[in-house]
């Protein structure tokens, strides 16, 4: 027995036996999902990457020897269980794809013990994450995780096989290089050999994809890891993966039309969820004004509404004054939500405030006529303005922001809009909404230093028609930027990139980036696209965050096989950890106490 593992070969996963496989000999090998002993006769769900399957250990067919091994065994021990495919006993089991057999072992061997489990490998567990991650070896035992890092490895297969298609090839970045522009901290590397200096890890392979391309590989794909030491809201991991791609002489079309093709494959093969194409595209300047938002939710309607024109005259100062003062009133229309209650729509007002926003102003409508504490000021023009403009109906109810500073009402209003779809059950969650949000404005103003920073990076190309404003009115400046934007999330963006030189220090110029500073940093880019730079442009999926939607789970750790936690750190390696005098001394580094 103790020979078995070398004399047999595996011959089935345990999830692909089907009633066709009856009157077979099987081998399977695998885990002791659960084991029942009904007097003598054993049932185990054994189960591997392709499921679980039924086997029935009895001592008609087993000895005493092997009987006593089918007694040991216990939840995740790893067993082999040589035997015949038969139609199952008693009624198949519709949860199981494999249940309408069973396998009646004629030998069995135990392969390894296990340990108790610290939690239930089960398909819900209400294990705290933290325990998961520690073990995050057994976590992935789990068939949720198996599926979605399966989906993953197809999805990245899709991409590789769309691309080398379309006569891409796929290049190796540097994982230790020099600092890339992406706007978050860099992770740094001490170098040993060259004391006090620094590698540091790719935020994105940007700066290096453009190189490939003044060296003449017009299309470029890479499915890579990036690094950023952000302080990490919810849904962000210090290294994940893109999808990264870069092509010479091509229009944003040309770039977003590939783009579609890779979708439109890995939805319909994974998922048989059919995307039309051409994607729709919309304008940063249209989505902020019908979402608000430049990630914006298109699987519902419930667009904004934008009566600040009509307020002007309002007697009602809380509208009158940004109307008048360039300021905005917007909001939307809840269909049916004249239903709401004082406390709902409370609770509302709460949330648009922590989006900075003063307030909330509400109207129902019933009976064909207004209510609520605004409607005394409902004059000729707001009424107009509700009734044709924002399409409101009886029994529906206006959620109205105004504010002086027209980007934290429109912000608020878009939130609140998909906050009140998800809250109403307006999105189904098996659906996919996509576009591209295009023409973004080249710069966004630091709040708190006042400077410009790049919105995209500053390599980004502006509108050839708005060059001539980079020094007069840099911040109406638009770039040849798309983002797509799957569900409300940003899943990709890019940029046709500068690749004339003067553009480009004009560009840093606005940036306050000074020559000196822009030589030391990209002066080998500056240098390249001085060498007979194609124009070119490109984008970068974010991968993780794409297979998560794709598979239906909140958080790209989901996708991610040794995720990190919040506070960037591995719970099941203890990275990072303290490293010896003797490591530190070698690279030059001295401790500080
Ligand atoms: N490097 C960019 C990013 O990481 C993507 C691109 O512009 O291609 O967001």
Redesign the pocket.
Known sequence: MAQFIEELKKSHGAGELRLSHKGEQVVLMGWVDTVRDLGGTLFIDLRDRSGICQVVLGSEQLNDLQLEVARSLRQEYVVAIMGDVIARGGKPNTNLKTGEIEVLAKDVALLNRSQPMPFQIADNVDTGEEVRLKYRFLDLRRAPLQKALLMRSKAALIAREHFASENFIEVETPILTKSTP?GARDYLVPSRINKGKFFALP??P?LF?QLLQVAGFERYFQICK?FRDEDLRADRQPEFT?I?L?MSFVTPDDIMAVCDGMLQKMFKHILNVDIETPIPRITYDEAMARYGVDNPDVRFGMELFDITEDTRDSAFKVFSGPATGGGLVTGIVVAGGASFSRKDVDALTEFVKTYGAKGLAWLKRNDGAFSGPVSKFVDVALEKALLEKAAMKDGDIALIVADMDASVARTAAGRLRTHVAKSQGMVNPGQFGFTWVTDFPMFEKDEETGKLAAM??PF?SPRPEDVSMLSTDPLKVKTRAYDIVLNGQEIG???IRIHNQDVQAEVFKALGIGDEEARNKFGFLLDALSFGAPPHG???FGFDRLVSIMSGLDSIRDVIAFPKTTRAGCLMTDAPSEVDDKQLTELGIKRLD
């Open positions: 992406e935020q994105s940007q994809k990036c893109q990264d870069e995209h990076h980004t963006g890019g940029s490109g984008l970068a």
